[in-house]
């Protein structure tokens, strides 16, 4: 009987004649197994390395086949448990699958009926492994957005998805250029078809060629194996080159030949290999004012500049914020086991409120920084502005940077600019304006009496 794939199996039974049959049988199926006559032992076992699949019988001395069942799921070990006895009865079998076990089985056991069982639990165990991954992978690409910026970029993304046309990607540091790559993959044709991606930046500019095109063995000193490049890796799928910019002009004279021609020839390759893949550039750089300095060819631009698709920054959508921090929020907490954390509007504003220069990439980190500062899982504002000491905003900054005079003089001139500024945030709310301070109603009337800020405008809006 053909298996599935070879797995290691660990036999648990205090029957010599038992384990010798079972594990004859798994390894003429092409199977490993490891055996072992009693549950403390298969305990340290299953601890000390990864096994694919645990048969155990349930009636043991010292320790049943349950108890190590409830052992193995206290010790966080997941691995798929058949269990299997000669006393088998209704009660027995309802209590194994209750602890966890996949499946009960009542000796004798034929060989066909239990490798059967094996693979079964084996593909159910693999195809669950795949749904978690998939689960995993469709929270960390998805792209989050709700205002009109990010809007006219998926109505783009769309567009141009069911198209082979070459784009390229715009966008700064931490705008999730390669997220919207992902995007177009898997809503283009080539969907099922691989992702691959490469970081022009990172590559050291002497292996970029074996990296995007590979190599023979032996054609270069440290080249023990042979090496399928990035384009045949795509093959029917895509290619995402990020940061193409920087991309050295000699690379760029050879990918252009491959877009042209439509086959890679690896390096001590004595023929080419046709690859069809479909290619998207990324970059922070402008492209245009590259290939003008003579910096990026101008061939190259013109193959790849189909068309082009930007990405805005995060202080240009922050509309988004509230629904990425929720995002990002539950993203954390889940793979951390934490509990939701709840963010008060005024942590929310505040956020808001920020410049990003790190965009989506940095409220990514700051989101997790903010759960780990949260105090009875409760973000407020004071605990944004513990997490991001340079919040106060960019035009209040570059103001009190450049007022002259004393220490004293300054710091009056900084709170007078900030109280006007959250005035101006809250429609000059008093009750939201003085919250978002930190502050007693009165205690921010008093203030700006002392600063000569002027609240008659603020009253008619105070709740």
């Known amino acids: 009987m053909t298996s599935v794939r070879k797995a290691d199996i660990l036999i648990v039974d205090d029957e010599a004649n038992t384990l010798a049959s079972l594990a004859r049988a798994f390894r003429l199926a092409g199977h490993e197994a490891t055996v072992c006559d009693n549950a403390a032992r298969a305990l340290e076992l299953a601890q000390s390395r990864p096994f694919d699949l645990i048969l155990s019988d349930v009636v043991m001395p010292v320790r049943d086949g349950l108890s190590l069942l409830e052992d193995l799921r206290s010790a966080g070990i997941t691995v798929p448990v058949v269990m299997m006895s000669g006393q088998a009865h209704i009660e027995m079998a309802v209590k194994a699958t209750r602890l966890g076990a996949l499946d009960f089985l009542e000796k004798p056991i034929s060989t066909d009926k239990l490798l059967l069982t094996v693979e079964n639990a084996l593909r ?20 989050i957005w709700t205002g009109n910026a990010m809007h006219r970029v998926m109505t783009q993304i769309e567009r141009v998805a069911a198209s082979e046309s070459r784009v390229c990607i715009y966008g700064e540091t931490g705008t999730g250029k390669e997220l919207a790559a992902r995007t177009l993959h898997e809503k283009s044709s080539r969907r099922e078809g691989p992702f691959v991606t490469l970081n022009c930046a990172a590559v050291p500019a002497e292996l970029i060629e074996s990296e995007l095109f590979g190599h023979e063995k032996g054609s270069f000193t440290g080249a023990a194996n042979r090496h399928i490049g990035k384009f045949e890796q795509a093959h029917r799928g895509t290619l995402f080159l990020d ?33 069809d893949t479909r290619v998207i550039v990324a970059t922070h750089r402008n492209l245009e004012d590259l290939a003008r300095e003579g910096r990026f060819r101008q061939d190259l631009f013109h193959r790849i500049y189909v068309f082009p698709l930007v990405l805005p920054p995060l202080r240009e959508r922050s509309e988004d914020i509230p629904a990425l921090v929720a995002h990002f929020a539950s993203q954390v907490a889940a793979q951390n086991g934490w509990k939701p954390a709840n963010f008060t509007p005024e942590a929310v504003a505040a956020l808001q409120h920020y410049r990003w220069p790190g965009n989506i990439r940095e409220l990514r980190n700051v989101v997790e920084r903010l759960l780990l500062l949260a105090v009875d899982n409760k973000i407020d504002r004071a605990t944004v502005e513990l997490a991001i000491p340079d919040l106060i905003p960019t035009s209040i900054r570059v103001e009190v940077e450049n007022f002259p005079g ?28 003085a919250k978002a301070l930190g502050l007693e109603r009165s205690h921010l009337y008093k203030k700006c009496q002392q600063l000569g800020i002027d609240l008659r405008s603020a009253r008619n809006g105070a709740g």
């Open 243 to 275: 940061e193409i910019g920087d991309m050295p002009l000699a690379m760029q004279a050879k990918l252009l030949r491959v877009l042209e021609e439509g086959e890679v020839e690896r390096i001590g390759g004595d023929k080419p290999t046709l690859v």
């Open 406 to 433: 004393t220490l004293a003089e300054r710091a009056t001139e900084f709170e007078r600019k900030t109280i006007l500024a959250e005035l101006d945030r809250h429609a000059h709310h008093i009750t939201n304006t």
């Open 124 to 143: 159910l165990h693999r195809l669950e492994a795949e749904n978690r991954d998939l689960r995993g992978r469709v929270g960390k690409h998805q792209i």
